[in-house]
């Protein structure tokens, strides 16, 4: 179960709310069907980060969302593991692409996006911290604690956690704003290897230290 959440370690001021590839071309419908990986994060995780980006708006904690995008010719992304090969298909076919301007790589419109929120996407890697611009910006906005929330539980937050903890940031992890496939195996995951690196926490218990 997850510890009480101390409110000083998600203050306003010291806290940013970053959101995993919560974006169309990963989460939303194609040809009429959401992913299996889509249905398990709206299960639940998508309507909790949702309240989450409410709650942190409203605190005035910063909201950073990090999305994938590709080239046409996939040009600087990685082809060096069966992950990135399969996602190469994907990437250019299908009803939400995720080439660069198209629509798969816009935010799942349950975020609501607004001007006060940075959008920060990547070309490459396995997580959203790794070689990006998401660590400069939280630094120059002067974060120390990193809310992070998203998918998947199977690799990118994983990544995301650990990229995060190396650099020095509290982690906290709302367990019910993740997800990963199956439920079971990011179960597994949150239990026996991020709960090592992380404050586990919930989304209730989140938007109550936020009010």
């Known amino acids: 179960m997850p510890r009480p959440l101390p409110r000083d370690l998600v203050a306003p001021g010291r806290t940013a709310l970053v959101t995993q590839e919560c974006q169309v071309g990963v989460l939303g419908e194609n040809d009429g069907a959401k992913s299996l990986l889509g249905e398990e994060a709206y299960r639940e995780a998508i309507p909790n980060i949702a309240r989450l980006v409410r709650s942190a708006r409203r605190a005035g904690i910063p ?25 190469a298909s994907a990437a250019t076919t299908g009803a939400a692409p995720m080439t660069i301007g198209s629509p798969g790589t816009a935010v799942l419109p349950d975020l609501d996006v607004q001007e006060s929120d940075l ?5 490459r890697g396995l997580g959203p911290m790794g070689g990006t611009e998401l660590d400069p910006v939280l630094r120059n906005l002067g974060v120390a604690t990193i809310v992070g929330v998203g998918v998947s539980v199977n690799v990118a937050i994983q990544n995301f956690v650990m990229d995060a903890v190396n650099l020095g940031y509290d982690f906290v992890l709302p367990r019910d704003a993740v997800a990963g496939i199956p439920r079971e195996y990011a179960d597994s995951v949150i239990k026996y290897t991020l709960s090592l690196l992380t404050t586990l ?6 938007v109550a230290a936020w009010s």
Do not use: E, K, W, Y
Request: aromatic share 6%; with cysteine; charged share 15%.
């Open 201 to 206: 926490t919930t989304t209730d218990d989140l």
């Open 63 to 87: 909201i950073v969302h990090c999305t994938v995008q590709f080239r046409p010719d996939r040009m600087g992304s990685n082809h060096n593991a069966p992950l990135f090969q399969g996602a």
């Open 119 to 123: 959008v920060l996407p990547r070309l």
